[in-house]
């Protein structure tokens, strides 16, 4: 008996003849392992959103393809001894380019929860802690058929921050206060020796950085740089000398929303000095205020090259 062959009404030319930038699956999830050589594999369970552009004589995208692409991508890596997740984003990107024959541009990204294993910072208590990592590829396919792939690698990652400015002024209040029955030495030698308090965030810090073919990056890395960038890391497990150990130290290291960008970015050049000038760093951090109904937000964008040349490193 023959087999039936169904039209592809996704080949027809569509009765309103627009392009589009984007056209694909969100929040395709798989089960994902990666080697590393001499370390244990990491397991995730990543979600993908994979898209390619649609040109206006293509009625619809042929989306069954994006899910086929991303199962062999993953299925490809376990075999791989050590494989980066931003690599996973590259080939997948090009196997999209492939299976759509009509597509000039692939995009994906990929989010999967990271544990972390630490220790609390007085007692010494094993816990763990979850951070997000973020991998995205963007490939172009020029008039001749050759492939372009940018790739990035970045982290989302809890921690504290303290407001400097409500801290400046509870000590103002202090002083004055302590003014009153002791002398202007005595009082400064209470307030060098006592914490003073301040309002507190949750903040989240996000580093997404564009990586070149032969460079790499380590996400434990990039983990590390958002969470000093910040007053304290957090812990999920903590005895009372942690907990005193972490409100104290975070109350000694204030630092504004912008404080934590700026902190990521030296965080960058210091870690990855020799890294290509014409990368591209993303650096983002939200905190959740605590006295407010509003968030605080700061944002940099920028090339690798700029930012040795804003601070001095050129």
């Known amino acids: 008996m023959p087999v039936c062959e169904f039209p592809d009404t996704q080949d027809k030319e569509p009765e309103i003849p627009i392009s589009l930038n984007k056209v694909g699956v969100t929040g395709v999830k798989k089960l994902l392992k990666i080697n590393r050589k ?32 991303i199962t062999e991508v993953v299925d490809e890596a376990i075999n791989e001894p050590e494989i980066h997740l931003e690599t996973i984003c590259s080939n997948l990107v090009k196997k999209l380019l492939e299976k759509h024959e009509y ?8 989010k ?3 544990v972390i294993h630490k220790l609390s910072p007085v007692t010494n208590k094993k816990t763990e802690e979850t951070t997000t990592i973020i991998a995205r590829a ?13 790739k990035m690698i970045g982290a989302e990652v809890v921690g504290m921050t303290v ?14 206060k302590l003014l009153e029955f002791l002398d202007e030495q005595t009082t400064e030698k209470v307030l060098n020796t006592v914490t003073f308090a301040s309002h507190n965030q949750r903040g989240r810090g996000t580093i997404l950085l564009e990586v070149a073919e032969e460079e ?17 890391q957090v812990c999920e497990i903590l005895k009372r000398p ?3 150990k972490i409100v104290t130290n975070a109350h000694n290291n204030p630092v504004f929303v912008e404080d ?3 902190n990521m970015v030296k965080g960058i050049l210091d870690y990855y000095p020799n890294l290509s000038n014409d990368s591209t760093v993303t650096f983002k951090q939200v905190n959740e205020e605590s006295i407010h109904q509003h968030n605080a937000f700061a944002e940099k964008t920028s090339s690798l090259g700029q930012l040795k040349k804003e601070l001095g490193r050129d």
């Not at 898209?51 to 994006?66: A, D, E």
């Not at 963007?138 to 792939?149: H, R, S």
């Not at 790499?216 to 304290?232: A, G, H, P």
């Open 138 to 150: 963007l490939a172009t396919k020029d008039e001749e058929g050759n492939i372009n792939v940018r």
């Open 38 to 69: 001499n370390k244990r594999p990491i397991i995730l369970l990543p979600t993908f959103n994979a898209y390619v552009n649609l040109p206006s004589t293509q009625k619809g995208s042929h989306m069954s393809r994006n899910p086929e692409a």
């Open 112 to 114: 999967s929860e990271y």
């Open 163 to 176: 407001c400097p400015c409500a801290q400046e002024s509870v000590v103002k209040d202090s002083r004055e």
């Open 242 to 244: 942690d907990e005193n």
């Open 216 to 232: 790499e990056v380590n996400v434990d890395d990039l983990i590390k740089i958002i969470q000093d960038s910040m007053s304290s």
């Open 103 to 110: 597509a000039i541009s692939a995009e994906t990204e990929v």
């Open 260 to 262: 934590c960008v700026r």
